[in-house]
């Protein structure tokens, strides 16, 4: 059985039907030219489907259905695809680069904030509009004694 990984794509179930059509195709004792002859078509297109690089329309997995004899699913069987964990493996993914990307995004603030405050206590002012303004002392229960 082929498994296709949870980054399913196009060109992997295309593989997939390829081997399963050149299986057919040769279990029936037919070359490349003959089942091309039947579907008339060319044997280089033929060729290109049983290497993946071409896929099949509809009209064409009729006609291969009823030369090897097969049902459609027979055609596209061997495809081990579970959705259903991919959606859950996506949720997942997901959900961690949310939290990590939250981490990150604390720890950068409070890095930017720690720096700010060390230039304007260093400073001793703030500037604003393009004025220094002094840092005021602020009064605190201590210093009214």
Known sequence: ???????????????????????????????????????????????????????????????????????????????????EFDKRLNVVVRDTVKAEFANVANEVSEKILRQVTARIVSKKYIERRNERIPLRKVSSPENKK
């Not at 070359?31 to 579907?39: G, N």
Request: aromatic letters at 8%.
């Open 1 to 83: 059985m082929v498994y296709v990984s949870s980054m399913t794509t196009v060109e992997s179930i295309r593989h997939a039907v390829a081997r399963n059509i050149k299986n057919f195709r040769e279990e029936k004792g037919f070359t490349q030219e003959m089942l091309a002859e039947k579907l008339e078509k060319s044997t280089s297109h033929i060729a290109n489907i049983e290497s993946g690089k071409t896929g099949i329309s509809d009209d064409l997995l009729c006609k291969l259905c009823n030369i090897f004899g097969k049902k459609p699913s027979e055609i596209y069987s061997d495809i081990d695809i579970d959705f």
